[in-house]
């Protein structure tokens, strides 16, 4: 004796019978120029709109002092700066050696500021 055959989970259509080729759907009226994309998508490459003023981080500090742990703070500059502090006070005192550098960094020290 066989098991009983189990209906099918999914009903799909049937197959089609004829062999005819896929057409595109006709344009619907007052439509322009077929589009190759999905709508919203540019076809082409665009210039980045934000044109910036030039200017860029060359500097970062990021403080980490979560909740009951040990807070910590790094130093990094493009000049090749990174330093690293963990606890309190030797967080605050890199904090503080940051803005100093930020002053006297060569990367930012251009002869304007010099000069004055």
Excluded at 17 to 41: F, H, L, W
Excluded at 85 to 99: F, P, Q, S, T, V
Aim: charged residues 25%; hydrophobic residues 30%.
């Amino acid at each position: 004796m066989s098991a009983p055959r189990r209906p099918h989970l999914k009903s799909l259509p049937p197959p089609p019978t004829d062999s005819r080729t896929a057409e595109p759907a006709p344009a619907a009226p007052g439509s322009g120029a077929p589009k190759d994309v999905a709508e919203g998508v540019p076809s082409s490459v665009r210039p980045d709109p934000q044109t910036g003023d030039g200017r860029y981080p060359i500097a970062w500090l990021a403080i980490s002092a979560p909740r009951g742990a040990v807070p910590t703070a790094t130093s990094t500059c493009e000049c090749g700066r990174n330093l690293f502090a963990a606890g309190h006070r030797k967080a605050l005192a890199l904090i503080d050696d940051h803005n100093r550098h930020r002053t006297r960094c060569p990367l930012r020290t251009t002869e304007e500021r010099i000069a004055t």
